[in-house]
């Protein structure tokens, strides 16, 4: 293995940054500099070659928060003109390497790093290997789909596990905001501890910090034993908060002091308790506009907003449909001992020419709809989408031009030919009456990859 000698320095003042850099790179040391820890976090993985020195006080995220959010394998040097000896042990209880107080003798910086560069040396060189193509073939499986921003999703899915950063996943009802959660979890280390979903809008406002936070017994009336809250019982592992804009703002202050200093007091207790937890949040709305019109705070919305996914509603990714929707059938199949119908074209290409304003939620229950419906009447999937979709009929959208709603029968047309036939170029050549050139400007022209139709 060659020797580390790398570094990221993050310091919002880019006079010590340059000074800094300047130093390290007199002594061989590689260096890269940010003035916002947000900025340097994607480089701040489990395969992470180097350390990380930062100063305490920044605007947006702090040097104790990045602490949190990188890779725990990764030494963290923190630096600080406003030290102490409580800041100082408050630091190394959260795993910093090391903490320096300004002003310092630069020997004595590079020192530190050099000895932490020599710590992750042996920390990577012992560190179990990622089974990377696996966790690809466990995600394609779990999130699926071959559309470009399903591709995309995943990526980010991949990246963001491998940190310990919280994070936000915004999206429309019906996206798939906890499968994306769970398979967060799923593929960090903390996958091994526990995994806790918890929706927020569903608990009145009274019951939400004893939910959340526990209860001693007696603490009030009904409260006859101690109660581990929900940030306990996720402990070492990813509490998941669903609906978190609907949280009501006089509770907001109270999770923001738990997220900053990470210990809860139980409801009747005057003791803090300390916890290591992933937060991942969900939400339906915008919460930047959400804190602009003073529905959510401004300073919990940063505290939150270290990393986010944005989910793309499903006639924003409308090819991973048959995909999805031949899945949704096998699993009811299953489910209800029933077989699984094949779907030709005509299936296809409704299904493809409806907006699906539920999202992929609509789409799984239009799949179990169909598989009972077919099993009793025969009934086909057009059939069923004319008669029974709150949104009916596979039409087109009544927003778009006419070139619009041409384009988008056109796409769908070919999808649903590429679907029936597997992916057989010349098969579909024949049906549609298109010389290969043309079948292939238009597969390009609409996005549409042989391989996501090969099955």
Not at 23 to 40: G, Q, S
Not at 42 to 51: A, H, K, Q, T
Not at 163 to 188: F, P
Request: aromatic content about 6%; hydrophobic content about 40%; proline content about 4%.
């Amino acid at each position: 293995m060659n020797e580390i000698t790398h570094a990221v320095v993050i310091d919002d003042e880019p006079t010590v940054l340059e000074s800094v850099a300047q130093c390290l790179m007199l002594a061989d040391i590689e260096v890269r500099t940010f003035t916002n820890a947000r900025d340097a976090l994607p480089l701040l993985n489990s395969d992470f070659r180097g350390v990380v020195v930062s100063d305490i006080r920044m605007p947006g995220m702090d040097g104790m928060s990045l602490l949190q959010a990188v890779d725990p394998g990764i030494p963290v040097i923190l630096i600080t003109g406003h030290g102490g000896i409580a800041q100082a042990v408050e630091a190394m209880k959260l795993g910093a390497y090391d903490f320096i107080e300004k002003p310092y003798k630069q020997d004595r910086l590079i020192d530190v790093i050099k000895r932490a560069c020599q710590q992750r040396k042996v920390t990577l060189a012992t560190q179990p290997q990622q089974a990377t193509a696996a966790n690809d073939d466990w995600l394609a499986s779990i999130i699926i789909g071959e559309s470009e921003p399903t591709r995309t999703l995943r990526q980010q899915v991949q990246g963001l596990a491998r940190v310990n950063a919280d994070v936000v996943i915004a999206g429309e009802t019906g996206t798939g905001k906890e499968l994306v959660a769970r398979s967060l979890h799923a593929l960090s280390i903390r996958r091994e501890h526990p995994f806790v979903p918890i929706n927020v809008g569903a608990i009145p406002e009274t019951l939400l910090e004893s939910e959340l936070f526990g209860h001693e017994a007696g603490a009030f009336t009904g409260a006859q034993k101690r109660r581990i809250g929900l940030f306990e019982a996720a402990h070492q592992g990813t509490l998941f908060l669903d609906e978190i804009e609907s949280m009501p703002m006089s509770f907001q202050i109270k999770l923001l002091r738990v997220l900053q200093e990470r210990e809860v007091v139980r409801v009747g207790s005057n003791t803090p308790i300390p916890i290591n937890v992933r937060i991942i949040s969900a939400t339906k709305e915008d919460l930047r506009e959400a804190a602009n019109e003073g529905r959510f705070r401004e300073d919990l919305y940063y505290r939150l907003m270290v990393a986010d996914i944005h989910l793309p509603a499903l006639r924003d990714r409308i090819d991973d449909v048959p995909a999805l929707f031949s899945y949704f059938l096998r699993e009811a199949g299953r489910n209800n001992g029933l077989e699984v119908p094949k779907l030709d074209y005509e299936d296809v290409l409704a299904l493809e020419l409806h907006d699906w304003p539920g999202n992929v939620r609509e789409l799984k229950h239009t799949a179990e709809r169909y598989l009972l419906s077919q099993s009793i009447s025969g009934i086909s999937v057009s059939d069923l989408m004319r008669l029974g979709l709150s949104n009916p009929s596979a039409t087109l959208s009544a927003e778009r031009s006419l070139s619009e709603r041409i384009d988008q029968f056109e796409k769908a047309l070919i999808s649903a030919e590429l679907t029936h036939h597997n992916g057989n170029i010349k098969e579909v050549m024949e049906v549609l009456g298109l010389p290969r050139r043309t079948l292939n400007e238009k597969m390009q022209k609409h996005g549409l990859r042989r391989e996501a139709f090969i099955r």
